[in-house]
């Protein structure tokens, strides 16, 4: 299993930016598929962007156009530039590493969107 730790909530008005990052604890990071969820009160987990070992990527249709994930794997360490955020987009974010039917999850970062 893999340790993560994520950096980069905050409080941010609409059409702001924010980075979020987490960074994994084991070398073998590169070999993980990472992805980003998002959870709010009353509300199951869902996912709001993946990519794997060899760089391909997915997105929730809600956050294309706007949101990028990107990883380092110098760096074991996995990014979500979020761009013109909206209210909606509030929401505790949690990092996960997958391999096969192994999962690891972060413990979550808060992104609060307001005016």
């Known amino acids: 299993q893999v340790q993560l730790v994520e950096s980069g909530g905050g409080l941010v008005q609409p059409g702001g930016s924010l980075r979020l990052s987490c960074v994994a604890s084991?070398?073998?990071?590169?070999?993980?598929?990472m992805n980003w969820y998002r959870q709010t009160p009353g509300n199951q987990r869902e996912l709001v962007a993946g990519?794997?070992?060899?760089?391909?990527?997915n997105y929730a249709d809600s956050v294309k156009g706007r949101f990028t994930i990107s990883r380092d794997n110098a760096k074991n360490t996995v990014y979500l530039q979020m761009n013109s955020l909206k209210p909606e987009d509030t929401a505790v974010y949690y990092c996960?590493?997958?391999?096969?039917?192994?999962?690891?999850w972060g413990q979550g970062t808060q992104v609060t969107v307001s005016a």
């Open positions: 996960n590493a997958q391999i096969g039917s192994i999962q690891s």
């Open positions: 084991r070398s073998i990071f590169k070999i993980y598929t």
């Open positions: 990519i794997t070992a060899g760089g391909s990527t």
